[in-house]
């Protein structure tokens, strides 16, 4: 999957499991905010829109975009 389905899936409403070094994540929603969640801690950042959680949600103080390479979905 390229990075740009992602977010395009995501924001019709598709949720996401994927993988960075080990670590297991989320992209979920609900009717109000979305969610990057990492599953082990279930440590969770909220976001007002899709969009905003692909520019400033982070892993390892990077975006998903800046981790593509490394994400395994």
Do not use: C, H
Not at 8 to 33: A, T
Not at 36 to 58: H, I, P, W, Y
């Amino acid at each position: 999957m390229e990075y740009n389905e992602l977010v395009e899936r995501f924001e019709m409403g598709e949720e996401f499991q994927f993988y960075y070094k080990n670590d297991s994540y989320w992209i979920s929603q609900n009717e109000e905010e979305y969610f990057l969640t990492r599953e082990r801690d279930s440590f969770s950042q909220s976001f007002e829109s899709a969009r905003e959680l692909f520019a400033n949600g982070k892993i390892a103080d990077k975006t998903i975009l800046e981790l593509w390479d490394n994400i395994v979905i």
